[in-house]
């Protein structure tokens, strides 16, 4: 063998480990998932006992669902309200200071960091402690405090409360991608802009966000698709109430397979759930042609 035809076999034994896991771990699932919303296959009844091909019937049912199209929009509105809005723009200017030289620099990253060493479903009871109704809570006290009656804040703005504490806990994703488009904007177009008379606001207008664009779209991509399939959180929080006011999709799922124990139907849901996910992630893609 040569050594280029060496280095190649080498190659492919190095990621054989990466292909196994990448096949059994997510290719496989998602076949298996597709093949599972096409049965009757339950945890109980007869389609536990007796699962059988029933074709397109729980899609059918699906697109049937006002549950379905409800636990739809709640996700559309809590993605564009936590990820495309608000982790962004506050990631963003978290990026755009942190770009400076500050002296407190290391102190302020640990800060925006801490919500991602926390696990999820901590993080969720932290804030439950937080939002929680009564006097005791965070919350309810601050707002007594200046003379305003304590507020079930869970209850009482349910998917507002969810979009803020999602917020919270992406900002730190978006600023070390956003951080990391920043630094790769030459000195010298700034130092040229600014000996051609332009002001801080149209160097970052006219400069900074084309330059950036790219990373924008990436991390886009990626936000937006974590935040479809998130769960535990928002799990934690509010378990999809009240009235199905925060049942975003993988709750909605997760209720149809293991509370309802109708493993076809939320398969069925979770092949929807990919196949959103999957035009999010090409429409980010073809927009800028953002090789990922």
């Known amino acids: 063998m040569t050594y280029q035809q060496r280095a190649a076999w080498q190659l492919r034994a ?21 093949w599972l919303s096409f049965t009757n296959v339950a945890l109980v009844g007869p389609g536990a006992a007796n699962p059988r091909f029933v074709g397109w019937k729980n899609y059918a049912r699906l697109f049937g669902d006002a549950s379905f ?3 739809l929009l709640v996700t559309f509105w809590f993605v564009l ?3 495309v809005i608000g982790q962004f723009v506050l990631g963003l200017v978290s990026a755009i200071l942190l770009n400076r030289p500050l002296r407190l620099r290391p102190l302020i990253n640990g800060i925006l960091l801490l919500p991602n060493a926390v696990p ?8 439950i402690s937080m939002l929680a109704g009564g006097d005791h809570a965070v919350l309810s006290r601050i707002v007594m405090a200046f003379g305003l009656a304590p507020q079930d804040w869970l209850n009482t703005f349910p998917l507002t409360a969810i979009i803020i504490v999602n917020t919270w806990r992406g900002i730190a994703t978006a600023m070390i991608l956003l951080t990391a488009g920043l630094s790769s ?4 177009v700034y130092e040229a802009a600014v000996m051609d008379g332009a002001k801080p606001f149209q160097v970052f207008r006219l400069i900074t966000l084309p330059l950036i664009l790219p990373t924008i779209f990436l991390y886009m991509l990626v936000s937006t698709v974590s935040t479809i399939s998130i769960f535990g959180f928002v799990y934690a929080l509010t378990r ?3 009235g199905g006011a925060t049942e975003i999709l993988g709750i909605y799922i997760f209720n149809q397979s293991f509370t309802a124990y109708q493993l076809g139907y939320g398969a069925a849901v979770a092949v929807i759930s990919l196949i959103c996910s999957l ?4 429409t980010y893609v073809r927009a800028l042609k953002v090789e990922v």
């Open 14 to 34: 190095i990621l054989l480990p990466s292909v196994l896991l990448l096949l059994f771990l997510v290719i496989w699932p998602a076949v298996y998932s597709v």
């Open 69 to 71: 199209w409800n636990s």
């Open 81 to 83: 309200g936590s990820a």
């Open 120 to 127: 999820e479903v901590v993080a969720g009871f932290i804030w």
């Open 185 to 188: 904007v030459p000195e010298e």
């Open 240 to 242: 999809g109430g009240p």
């Open 279 to 282: 035009i999010v992630g090409v």
